[in-house]
């Protein structure tokens, strides 16, 4: 039986981008780096391949079976890089140790990760996003926050929406209840989801008193200001009323920035990424189901690395944005001129392009080796304008082109 090739297909969960997806994506990228750029941050670049032991430390914060895991020349294990932020944190505790505070990152890199096989989901995808790195301010957050609706706003994605809320509501009752790990993941999870009745199903049958009711609230806390009063009306712990006094300020400045319409409260927000320790966000954009942007503040993720650093970001889904945007603009595919050199004239065609091109338009040098064989790949492509170089130049006529 002969093995089968897979020289005609990529593997599950990748894609080749085309012509327009490659320019909106482009566009994307471009939108986002002037934007970080022009708010004081400096990019840097993590390797496509980390060893495992940077994403298996104190913590396991990825799931083992998420990672895209290989071996080196030395037989150590090492996975394609499944996050940004962590990456970046071994970076900062190493080559910029001693550096000053705050540090202000951001990046622009792709991001791998396994995902079940028909779920719709790339395993490969390119994430663009912001740190701040040693600030605990409210002021950060405000600013990283404030940042990521920029950021949706840059890439022209008017119709969006952003979630915030807090993983320390999640994290004070899983430690107040004494709820065991395995079983939190569980709960996590169908929080997440908003599982209700497995939700409901597995806390009924488990001890944890008050603290079964409270977490089932959790997925229905979601909406507006009012948000807030119903939770203070439900958590009584003096941590959590501190969480909450802290999420509601933040909102209410969003709110004064004219964000109100623009922000949702969902107290439901329980990341897997378990290095988050404060305020969460989720960041949607009309066109695309999955969530395009996420970010929140972590900080215990440094001391994994050495140093106790506090720190708050976020990541953009470039591919989300992109599928997004694309068909809502002309594609731009087709050259705006044409020019064919007649036999012997083939240098003078080319500096014309030069010249189109210094002149913004997008310029073709045709190839073929008669004008009839211009003229129809011109018609065929859509390109409005042929130019004919000899000893003169001469515009011909484009019968049918237009841009497509």
Known sequence: MALKKYYNITPEGTRDLLFEECGTQKKVEGALSQLFAGRGFTEVVTPTVEFLDVFQQKSSYIAPEKLYKTTDGKGRLIVLRPDSTIPIARLVSTRLKGFPLPIRLYYSQPVFSVNQSLSGRSDEVV??????????????????????????????????????????????????????????????????????????????????????????????????????????????????????????????????????????????????????????????????????????????????FGQDLPATGFGVNVDAIAKALRGREASGMAPDVLVHGEPGFEMKALLLCKELGAQGLMVENSVFDTLEQARAYGQTRGIPRLIQVSDTREEIAMKGAGRK
């Open 127 to 304: 994430q663009m996003g912001i740190e701040i790195i040693g600030s605990a301010s409210k002021r950060a957050d405000l600013e990283v926050i404030s940042t990521a609706v920029e950021a949706l706003s840059a890439c022209d994605t008017s119709d969006f929406r952003l979630e915030i809320g807090h993983i320390g509501i999640f994290n004070t009752l899983i430690a107040r209840f004494g709820i065991p790990e395995d079983a939190a993941e569980e709960i996590r999870r169908l929080i997440e989801i908003k599982n209700y009745p497995a939700l409901n199903d597995l806390l009924d049958n488990m001890d944890c008193g008050e603290g079964a009711g409270m977490l089932k609230m959790l997925p229905r806390l979601f909406g507006g200001e009012e948000v807030f009063s119903q939770a203070e009306g439900i958590f009584k712990d003096e941590t959590i009323t501190g969480i909450l006094r802290y999420l509601r300020g933040i909102y209410t400045a969003l709110a004064e920035l004219g964000l109100r319409e623009k922000i949702t409260v969902d107290l439901g927000i329980v990341n897997r990424n378990d290095y988050y320790t404060g305020i969460v966000f989720r960041g949607y954009v009309e066109g695309f189901g999955e969530t395009a942007l996420s970010g929140g503040r972590y900080d215990s993720l440094y001391a994994d």
